[in-house]
């Protein structure tokens, strides 16, 4: 089932007198294929929790509407959209067996769709094994992991057989090494059912890691939609290209003059076909490459080894987001000059921003490389 | 000096509870085995079963622990039952919430004897008026009911009612914040889920604030067992004569009424009376722990 998002705005009154009214989702127009794993990504407060809530139809928006395939489900209550939800908190039922955990959403159904206790018994053992916590049918949730919880919450969303299964932070609450294993058995989950999912988190990592497509949210505005691959290429703005990687990227302060890129003088690359105007730059990390006469030179602070790669922790005047971390192949020697090393760019890592908007300015050598 | 140094720190609590909770619990056991015990010239004849053997044959005891009975089986379920009904009430409106929850609250700090007059102005005939409630019977077309002097079941409805009305707010003060305690994710869940109001209400709402049902049924219990200052209220002091004494009244007047000075017989009513109340706790308990998640 795709879903569709049209013009989706959600207001809500501004708590002091007086004040404007909050919007916490802002005029989203996007479309989910079918069958496929979304990200919902943002940092905390920017949306994506409400975006969440406006599919299942906890909340209903201002503006905008909702579609699931062809059906407008934006006055339909939550019950009568078949949608399953996993809740951050699991909201598991405290009192209740995980057996009677997963059967309750399929004991509300009544009148034709109303089951018989063995087929009802059937469907929760399914669901059970496709999370595969089928052993555990009789425990209590205190009884369980956070891990097994949280199996559990996904077959109960799942037992129904939703057309939409959404998750809100999935993962926030299990530990590191969980959480990456879990991420996992989500992906498996999903494209065993095929049920389209939507998963919202403030991780970009898991966001990248798992899903088909994200979307990138900051206060209440989409930024970018794509392939995760793609957004992290081609960002559309400074926030984005920002918000995706780790380390995070390096941004400097710069000017294009006469179509090459200066950054504190250093004539380091050129983009050609760029206006003359100062400019943001972002380098990511990998974006560096050792060169005894590169054209970037900066104050090296440390180097740190760690097996595979090494990184190369420096310093530049112009560099606003702090020390500059760049990640080269641990094979090459790191040899300092003066207290200063040289890099040469890859231009297809090396993005250039509009000073005043963000907003990305592609030029053609970017192209060549990637 | 070490194993000593915790029981220094605990030493001022033993000491209070030792010398006001312990010692008079210890002298209330004696006092009710010393047979014919004189409180002027603090003599007694022997020792023995005596004193519980008199009064559970008192018919004055016998009418106390029927009273006592007839309270607690009514109020208890009636209060919990009334105040969870208005906690839900109370749990689900939006607009003047805190007004309403003051409103509830307000008998839990007014003065018993305050209430038991404003009750007596209700309830009571006098030489000019019916009371307010007979009136309202009579207006209506039935007759009125002397419910203060009157016959037992007005007199025990009026005990009932005044004491149901009295522990009501306390109620619904710990049932509110226990239904708002809940987390709102379970809720959520169940709305996805399409689940049914009452059906929320029995399987999520319930279960989840169980243990405070079984404190308010427990703590409940042990204050109608222990009610005596209520009857004194709309009844005065010779709760014998009005045939509506209670197990403490009737404590109280072996101690004090009428001269008193028997406090062999009062040891012994109170410590029958403590014998009952530690068995229902402990089945209340019993209960509680089998249906606790």
Redesign the interface.
């Known amino acids: 089932m795709k879903v569709i998002l049209e013009h989706l705005t959600k207001r809500y009154p501004s708590r002091d007198k007086n004040g404007k009214d909050v919007i916490a989702v802002n005029d989203f127009n996007f479309e989910i294929p079918d069958g496929k794993l979304i990200g919902l990504l943002g940092p905390s407060g920017c949306g994506k929790s409400t975006t969440l809530n406006l599919i ?3 909340e209903s928006p201002t503006e905008g509407k909702i579609w699931f395939g062809e059906d407008d489900v934006t006055d339909l ?4 959209r078949g ?3 996993v ?3 699991y ?1 598991l ?3 209740m067996t995980v057996r009677q955990n997963i059967m ?2 399929l ?3 009544k009148g034709k769709d109303k089951l018989s206790k063995e087929a009802m018994n059937q469907k929760a053992e399914e669901a059970a094994r496709l999370v595969q916590i089928e052993r555990l049918m009789e425990r ?1 949730p ?1 009884e369980m992991s956070g891990g097994q919880q949280q199996r559990v919450a996904i077959a ?1 969303a799942l037992v ?1 057989m939703p057309r939409i299964l959404l998750l809100d932070e999935p993962l926030s609450n299990l530990d590191a090494r969980l959480r990456l294993q879990t991420r996992e058995e989500i992906r498996r989950i999903q494209k065993n059912t095929g049920i389209t999912t939507v998963f919202v988190t403030h991780d970009q990592e898991e966001a990248m890691s798992i899903s088909d497509e994200i979307v990138v949210m900051e206060s209440g505005i989409l930024q970018q939609i794509g392939n995760p691959q793609h957004v992290y290429d081609e960002p559309v703005n400074l926030f984005v290209a920002k918000f995706l990687g780790t380390p995070a990227i390096n941004v400097f302060e710069g000017e294009v003059k006469g179509g090459r890129l200066f950054i504190g003088g250093q004539d380091v690359l050129a983009v050609s076909g760029v206006e003359d105007q100062p400019v943001s730059v972002g380098i990511r990390p990998e974006g560096f490459i050792l060169s005894e006469d590169g054209p970037f030179r900066t104050k090296l602070v440390q180097v740190e080894v760690m097996g595979r790669d090494t990184s190369v922790v420096s310093e530049h005047p112009d560099c606003v987001s702090g020390l500059i971390r760049s990640i080269i192949s641990a094979e090459n020697r790191v040899e300092a000059k003066d207290g200063n090393v040289a890099f040469e760019l890859k231009p297809a890592k090396v993005h250039i921003f509009r000073k005043d908007s963000g907003v990305r300015i592609p030029y053609p050598e970017q192209e060549r490389h990637v | 000096m070490r194993k000593l140094r915790p029981w220094l720190y605990l030493l001022p609590a033993i000491a209070f509870l030792g010398v006001f909770m312990v010692y008079p619990l210890i002298d209330v056991m004696i006092y009710s085995m010393e047979e014919g015990y004189n409180s002027a010239s603090q003599t007694y004849f022997g020792v023995g079963l005596y004193n519980f053997r008199y009064v559970l044959r008192d018919p004055y005891f016998i009418q106390a622990l029927k009273n006592t009975f007839i309270l607690v089986i009514i109020t208890v379920p009636l209060s919990t039952g009334i105040g969870l009904l208005i906690a839900v009430a109370l749990n689900s409106i939006q607009k003047l919430k805190d007004l309403f929850q003051t409103i509830f609250f307000l008998p839990y700090v007014t003065n018993t004897l305050a209430v038991g007059l404003v009750f007596m102005i209700l309830f009571k005939k006098t030489a000019y008026s019916d009371g307010l409630i007979n009136v309202l019977i009579q207006t209506f077309g039935g007759t009125g009911v002397d419910f203060i002097d009157g016959p037992y079941w007005a007199k025990m409805f009026v005990l009932c009612f005044y004491t149901v009305w009295v522990v009501l707010p306390f109620k619904i003060l710990i049932l509110t914040s226990a239904l708002a305690s809940v987390n709102e994710d379970y809720y959520k869940a169940a709305k996805i889920d399409g689940t049914s109001r009452w059906r929320i209400f029995w399987k999520i709402t319930l279960p989840m604030i169980s243990p405070m049902i079984f404190y308010l049924i427990i703590t409940g219990f042990i204050g109608a067992f222990k009610a005596y200052s209520d009857a004194v209220a709309l009844f005065g002091t010779d709760l014998n004569a009005a045939g509506m004494n209670t197990i403490v009244g009737y404590v109280y007047d072996m101690l004090y009424g009428n001269g008193g000075g028997y406090p062999s017989y009062a040891s012994a009513a109170a410590l029958i009376l403590f014998a009952i109340v530690m068995t229902i706790t402990c089945i209340n308990l019993l209960i509680s722990e089998k249906t606790n998640v």
């Open positions: 299942s139809g906890l209550p939550p019950e009568h949608v399953g939800l809740f951050q908190s909201a039922y405290p009192h309750f959403p004991q509300n159904l209590k205190r109960r129904k």
